[in-house]
């Protein structure tokens, strides 16, 4: 091989491996970009986390207070529930006592007063 001839081959060749390089370049640098992009995705998403965390305490609290008033009412409702039969009771007791024509005609007379 010539001397010329195998100049013009090195060339060639270092000529492509330079477009190459070029190409490789480019390459990393939409890589690095692509990087840069993710790293601001994931700080999105972290401080997308750190909200949802907060918005899921919230909840759990309200949630506790809801809890919390559920069990107060039903207590309440228990009471009174229990209220109410004794009374019932009483009022049974009373009519057979006075006679349930007698608490009629008193429920009557309360009613008109």
Same mark, same amino acid.
């Given at each position: 091989?010539?001397?010329?001839?195998f100049q013009?081959?090195?060339?060639?060749?270092? %000529?492509? +491996?330079?477009?190459?390089?070029f $190409? @490789?370049? !480019? &390459?990393? /640098?939409e =890589? *690095?970009? #692509?990087? %840069?992009? +993710?790293?601001q995705d994931v700080a $999105? @998403?972290k !401080? &997308?986390? /750190?909200? =949802? *965390?907060q #918005?899921v305490?919230g +909840?759990?609290?309200?949630?506790?207070?809801?809890?919390d008033?559920?069990?107060q009412?039903?207590?309440?409702?228990?009471a009174?529930?229990n209220?109410?039969?004794?009374?019932?009771?009483t009022?049974?007791?009373?009519?057979?006592?006075?006679g349930k024509?007698?608490?009629?005609?008193r429920?009557i007379?309360?009613?008109l007063?």
């Amino acid at each position: 091989m010539q001397n010329e001839k195998f100049q013009e081959l090195v060339l060639s060749h270092l %000529t492509r +491996l330079t477009e190459d390089m070029f $190409g @490789l370049k !480019q &390459d990393v /640098a939409e =890589l *690095k970009q #692509d990087t %840069t992009t +993710l790293k601001q995705d994931v700080a $999105g @998403l972290k !401080q &997308d986390t /750190a909200t =949802l *965390k907060q #918005d899921v305490a919230g +909840l759990k609290s309200k949630l506790d207070l809801v809890y919390d008033h559920v069990v107060q009412i039903t207590e309440v409702q228990t009471a009174n529930s229990n209220r109410i039969l004794k009374l019932e009771k009483t009022t049974d007791s009373l009519s057979e006592i006075c006679g349930k024509h007698e608490v009629q005609i008193r429920n009557i007379k309360n009613i008109l007063i």
